[in-house]
Each structure stands twice: as structure tokens, then as C-alpha cells.
Nanobody
Framework: QVQLVESGGGLVQAGGSLRLSCAAS????????MGWYRQAPGKQRELVAH???????NYADSVNGRFAISRDNAKNTGYLQMNSLKPEDTAVYYC???????????????WGQGTQVTVSS
């Protein structure tokens, strides 16, 4: 079994920063692409940032260069650094990753349980 666990969410004031972590555990051979998504109340889940295993990144226009996605392949962990936070960033943030399992050599997609980020005005 493979599990993704997010941490680092919380309540911050506008202009503040948070750093989210996504730790993968279980029968993992390696992590492939990773991404962060968010879902605000009444809205569809949207892609925030994406990173390949080689480190190429892609961001949603809405984050305006304020966020930075990164990863530590040795630790099977991904990160999302969020700076200059706005109330519009309030949402549940989800980690997503493609994982090659050590017991079944096929890439499979997994989701974390989500972590709440609330930005006050």
C-alpha cells in the first residue's frame, strides 16, 4: 500500500506564508510526477502546481509566481512554499503523485487526504 500524507496547513493572515509537505510512504520504488491541487467551497478542484521527477515546474496563473513547488526524491517528499498569501487562496490543498510501486512495477496515481489552508483578510 502507498499513502500520501500532507502537513503544514493552517490559519494565516493575508501576506503571510505557509509551507506544505507531502510525504509518501509504503511500497515505493520511486515517485514520478507530483502536483498540488486545491478546492475552495463551491468550486471545482484545480491544479495549483506541478513538478516532474527531473524538476520541471508548472504553475496556475492565479498564484502569480507567489508559490514554489519542490521535491526531495531521496525522502519521497514534495513541498509547496506559499508566499504573499491572499484570502482567495483559502481552500483544501491536496497532494497528488504518480508512484512506481516496488511490489508491482507499474505507475499508479495517488491522492493525499488534504490539508486546510485559511487566509484571513
Amino acid at each position: 500500500q502507498v499513502q500520501l500524507v500532507e502537513s503544514g496547513g493552517g490559519l494565516v493572515q493575508a501576506g503571510g506564508s505557509l509551507r506544505l509537505s507531502c510525504a509518501a510512504s509504503g511500497s515505493i520504488f520511486r515517485l514520478s510526477a507530483m502536483g498540488w491541487y486545491r478546492q475552495a467551497p463551491g468550486k471545482q478542484r484545480e491544479l495549483v502546481a506541478h513538478i516532474t521527477r527531473d524538476g520541471s515546474t508548472n504553475y496556475a496563473d492565479s498564484v502569480n509566481g507567489r508559490f514554489a513547488i519542490s521535491r526531495d526524491n531521496a525522502k519521497n517528499t514534495g513541498y509547496l512554499q506559499m508566499n504573499s498569501l491572499k484570502p482567495e487562496d483559502t481552500a483544501v490543498y491536496y497532494c497528488n503523485a504518480d508512484v512506481v510501486r516496488s511490489d508491482y512495477y507499474t505507475s499508479r496515481n495517488y491522492w493525499g487526504q488534504g490539508t486546510q489552508v485559511t487566509v484571513s483578510s
